[in-house]
C-alpha cells in the first residue's frame, strides 16, 4: 500500500512557476505526474523512474517542465516553469509499485493517486 500526499499548485499568472511535490509512504517503481480538465480524459504529462532518476515528459511540456525526487524524502517533484493558460488543470501525482512495463505516461500503469492539486494559469 502506498498512500501519496500532494502539495503545491495555486494560481499564476502565465510565464510564472509553480512546483508540485508529491510524498509517498512506500515502495515506488515509478511516479508520474498527470492533470485532468473537465470532459476531458487524464493526461500524463511527465513520470520518474525512482531506481535512478530517469525522467520522461509529454511533448506538451518538454523544456518546461522538470521531475526530480529526493529519495532521502521519497519525495518528487515537478517544476513547471513559462506555464501556458493550457497547463490549466488538477494535477495528480501517480505511483506503481508494481513494476509495470509500457508506456510510462499511461494512467492505466500506475496504481495509486493523490488527491490532486489545482494549478490555475491567467493569460
Known amino acids: 500500500q502506498v498512500q501519496l500526499v500532494e502539495s503545491g499548485g495555486g494560481s499564476v499568472q502565465a510565464g510564472g512557476s509553480l512546483r508540485l511535490s508529491c510524498a509517498a509512504s512506500g515502495y515506488t517503481h515509478k511516479m508520474g505526474w498527470f492533470r485532468q480538465t473537465p470532459g476531458k480524459e487524464r493526461e500524463g504529462v511527465a513520470a520518474i523512474y525512482t531506481p535512478d532518476g530517469g525522467a520522461y515528459y509529454a511533448d506538451s511540456v518538454k523544456g518546461r517542465f522538470t521531475a526530480s525526487q529526493d529519495i532521502a524524502k521519497n519525495t518528487v517533484y515537478l517544476q513547471m516553469n513559462s506555464l501556458k493558460p493550457e497547463d490549466t488543470a488538477i494535477y495528480y501525482c501517480?505511483?506503481?509499485?508494481?513494476?509495470?512495463?509500457?508506456?510510462?505516461?499511461?494512467?492505466?500503469?500506475?496504481?495509486?493517486w493523490g488527491q490532486g492539486t489545482q494549478v490555475t494559469v491567467s493569460s
Open positions: 501517480a505511483a506503481d509499485n508494481r513494476g509495470t512495463l509500457g508506456y510510462v505516461l499511461a494512467p492505466a500503469k500506475y496504481n495509486y
